[in-house]
């Protein structure tokens, strides 16, 4: 195998080297070698039909890890005050295992994923197995608040059109809640605040009710199905000797075929009626903010999320992609200038697994705290309560 470099600083065409019996956790210090394997590749007609245009899913597992060697001179490192001078082909035993990134020894032929995104994902495929998105129990607890909230943005609003009519300026901001500039920050957070966590999910709800009853409760297909996607960037790790630039993504899939057993437990179920639990969580104060860090609103959710179906087939696939550079300090000395070593890597393979049942629910501690709309609700909230 060769690969061709464009950078024409670089060799025009460094050879890399292909191994059909990798062993994770072994590779060749002499060539660096390109790392290859495939298992358990399963034959496209093993799987048993389910119904004429649908067969069982069968295990299944691709790795593939290309390491492309760099030419490279002019690095002086140093140790105990003496400078030394390095040039030639970069090697992949100045990275070690980690050479390996999302592929360890302890997860192969699987990718490395989060217990976190597993978790997310097991939840994810439950709760999407709902006919419906809509939550008639929680719907009803809050209708009092949705009710109030939007009495009181409907006098807002005619008092300030009023004043807007008037051309009276003071009356139109007091009117908006804006008695002062010192009160902006805190009427923005306000108003921050009741279109995400008021206006927004009301309105919400009102399509998923719409949607709800447009549905046809008592049909369903033979084989109906639920699925789910997600990924997250996958940091290599790094020392003092070798950092890891680019590109790599970890992530997980599910897909399940179930049939509906029960048409009455299904539907209620939908509707959400059938987990007084999750209802009750839904009406803590600030319990949504919990939810940011461990999301036990969608466990609680996806405990009776399966309830009326009777599962047939499904798999689970973890999955990772991505390039990047090695870069790495020869001989593990003191890096003082010129150009580093680098190795150019490429990581694909995926791991399917075939699902007996319906993955159990879990909790897990979200990464995704740190998202931007969140970011703002927290500011808003902390200026609140000032």
């Known amino acids: 195998m060769v690969r061709d470099y464009l950078n024409e600083s670089i060799s025009p ?17 002499s060539n660096g070698s390109c790392l290859l394997k495939r298992q358990f590749r399963s034959d496209v007609s ?4 389910i119904n004429p245009r649908l067969r069982k899913p069968t295990p299944y597992s691709a790795c593939r890890i290309t390491v492309g060697r760099r030419y490279y001179s002019g690095c002086r490192c140093s140790t105990s005050g003496i400078e030394y001078e390095y040039s030639g082909l970069s090697r992949t035993s100045e990275i070690g295992a980690s050479v390996f990134g999302p592929y360890s020894n302890s997860t192969y032929p699987a990718p490395n994923v989060p217990l976190s995104l597993q978790s997310e994902c097991a939840n994810g495929v439950r709760n999407r197995a709902k006919n419906s998105q809509f939550d ?17 943005t409907a006098m807002q609003l005619a008092l300030a059109f009023k004043a807007f009519k008037q051309r009276d300026v003071r ?4 009117a908006l809640g804006l008695n002062s500039t010192r009160q902006l920050p805190k009427w923005s957070s306000s108003l ?11 309105m919400q709800d009102l399509y998923n009710l719409a949607e709800a009853t447009r549905k046809e409760w008592s049909k369903y297909p033979p084989l109906v199905t639920s699925s789910w996607r997600g990924r997250e960037p996958f940091a290599p790790p790094s020392s003092w000797k070798y950092t890891f630039t680019g590109d790599v993504f970890v992530g997980m899939e599910s897909k399940v075929w179930f049939q509906v057993s029960s048409v009455w437990l299904y539907g209620l179920n939908s509707v959400g009626l059938l987990n007084p639990a999750s209802i009750i969580w839904e009406l803590v104060p600030y319990s949504f903010v919990f939810d940011w860090l461990i999301p036990v609103g969608d466990f609680l959710s996806a405990l009776t999320a399966t309830a009326g179906t009777s599962f047939v087939t499904g798999y689970e696939t973890s999955f990772a992609n991505g390039t990047g550079q ?3 300090v020869p001989d593990n000395r003191a890096y003082v200038s010129g150009d580093k070593p680098v190795l150019d890597v490429t ?15 879990s909790v897990w501690i979200s990464s995704h705290i740190l998202s931007t709309p969140r970011v703002i609700s927290a500011i808003a909230l902390l200026i609140q309560r000032q």
């Open 13 to 29: 065409a460094v050879n890399t080297y292909r191994r059909d019996s990798w062993a994770p956790g072994t590779y060749s210090t």
């Open 46 to 49: 093993s799987g048993v039909f």
């Open 136 to 152: 008639f129990g929680v719907f009803l607890a809050e209708l009092h608040k949705a009710g109030d909230e939007i009495a009181s």
């Open 171 to 174: 009356l139109f901001v007091k």
């Open 192 to 202: 921050w605040l009741r279109y995400s966590y008021a206006w927004k999910p009301m």
């Open 326 to 328: 090695w870069t790495y």
């Open 347 to 361: 990581y694909t393979g995926m791991h399917r697994r075939v699902l007996t049942s319906w993955p159990y629910p």
